[in-house]
C-alpha cells in the first residue's frame, strides 16, 4: 500500500515557475515508477509525464516536454514536478500516482493523491 500526498501548487503568473512535491508513505517506494497527471475543468485527466524506480528514465508529453522536469528522491520518499515558462494552459489539477511499470495512461497506476491545484494567470 503506497499513500501519496501532494503540495505545492498555487496562483502564479504566466511565464513563472511552481514546484510540485508529492510524498509517499511506505517502505515500497523506490520500486515504483511514479507518473504526474493533470485535469483541467471539463477536461479528461491528462498524462503530464513519469519517471521510473531509479530516477534515470523520464517521459513527457510534448505539451510539457522542455518546460517540466520530473525528479524523484527515494531516500526522502518524494518525487517533485517542476514547471518552468508557465502558461495559462497549464492550469488544472496535478495529481501524482504510483505504477508498477513506467507507462503513460492512468488505469496503470495502482495509487493516487489527492490532487493539488495548479492556476496560471495571463
Known amino acids: 500500500q503506497v499513500q501519496l500526498v501532494e503540495s505545492g501548487g498555487g496562483l502564479v503568473q504566466a511565464g513563472g515557475s511552481l514546484r510540485l512535491s508529492c510524498a509517499a508513505s511506505?517502505?515500497?517506494?523506490?520500486?515504483?515508477?511514479m507518473g504526474w497527471f493533470r485535469q483541467a475543468p471539463g477536461k479528461e485527466r491528462e498524462f503530464v509525464g513519469a519517471i521510473g524506480w531509479s530516477g534515470g528514465l523520464t517521459y513527457y508529453s510534448d505539451s510539457v516536454k522542455g518546460r517540466f522536469t520530473i525528479s524523484r528522491d527515494n531516500a526522502k520518499n518524494t518525487v517533485y514536478l517542476q514547471m518552468n515558462s508557465l502558461k495559462p494552459d497549464d492550469t488544472a489539477v496535478y495529481y501524482c500516482?504510483?505504477?508498477?511499470?513506467?507507462?503513460?495512461?492512468?488505469?496503470?497506476?495502482?495509487?493516487w493523491g489527492q490532487g493539488t491545484q495548479v492556476s496560471v494567470s495571463s
Open positions: 511506505g517502505r515500497t517506494f523506490s520500486r515504483y515508477a
Open positions: 500516482a504510483a505504477a508498477q511499470l513506467f507507462r503513460r495512461t492512468p488505469d496503470a497506476y495502482d495509487y
